[in-house]
T-cell receptor, first 115, second 113 residues
Framework: DGGITQSPKYLFRKEGQNVTLSCEQN?????MYWYRQDPGQGLRLIYY???????QKGDIAEGYSVSREKKESFPLTVTSAQKNPTAFYLC??????????????FGPGTRLTVL | DQQVKQNSPSLSVQEGRISILNCDYT??????FLWYKKYPAEGPTFLIS?????DKNEDGRFTVFLNKSAKHLSLHIVPSQPGDSAVYFC????????????FGPGTRLSVLP
């Protein structure tokens, strides 16, 4: 089945440690995104990538880093510089090929808790 | 400053009745709008969209209305079912896809049996 997978579903880390969240898609989508969701807030864009080996900062990129070495994969690293890393992280993908506007398909999310 | 607002954090509706979820936006450049539905601990799933060239789009029990002059859109669910209980996000896009999707804070809908 085509879709987006995020692993792990729950992640616990000690303060000061870097942690990498996995996102893989087999939808052959060009674009991939990382969002963060906090209680009472909408999804806020962290980073996005429209093609392999290229990515752009979103609204809240500070303390995060990404890579896009393969079309299928867009891992997000939460660094120790991120002040409030505890959140629900969502990965999404889309493709502009079929329409100028396309909905984004989301993964199941990873809940990161920093202790 | 939120560009996409959903002023009702929660809404309760009786099964079989109509649910109306509202969304307001401030950026007049937004020309494409989407509604997503999200269950707890899951990613959002796309529900329905509308382009600014239309004022209504219907898909089964779901209808989205767009009032460009008021910068307001609404999602109507008729009839509401218990399985519709979820958080609904409104999202808006301007021009190019992707980087310009802005999400509202969401409205939690509870459909009571």
């Amino acid at each position: 089945d085509g879709g987006i997978t995020q692993s792990p579903k729950y992640l616990f880390r000690k303060e000061g440690q870097n942690v990498t969240l996995s996102c893989e898609q087999n939808l052959n989508h060009d674009a991939m995104y990382w969002y963060r969701q906090d209680p009472g807030q909408g999804l806020r864009l962290i980073y996005y990538s429209q093609i392999v080996n290229d990515f752009q900062k979103g609204d809240i990129a500070e303390g995060y880093s990404v890579s896009r070495e393969k079309k299928e994969s867009f891992p997000l690293t939460v660094t120790s510089a991120q002040k409030n890393p505890t959140a629900f992280y969502l990965c999404a993908s889309s493709t502009p090929r079929l329409a100028p506007h396309n909905e984004q398909f989301f993964g199941p999310g990873t809940r990161l808790t920093v202790l | 400053d939120q560009q996409v607002k959903q002023n009702s954090p929660s809404l309760s509706v009786q099964e079989g009745r109509i649910s109306i979820l509202n969304c307001d936006y401030t950026n007049s450049m937004f020309d494409y709008f989407l509604w997503y539905k999200k269950y707890p601990a899951e990613g959002p799933t796309f529900l329905i969209s509308i382009s600014s060239i239309k004022d209504k789009n219907e898909d089964g029990r779901f209808t989205v209305f767009l009032n460009k002059s008021a910068k307001h859109l609404s999602l109507h669910i008729v009839p509401s079912q218990p399985g519709d209980s979820a958080v609904y996000f409104c999202a808006a896009s301007a021009g190019n896809y992707g980087q310009n999707f802005v999400f509202g804070p969401g409205t939690r809908l509870s459909v009571l049996p």
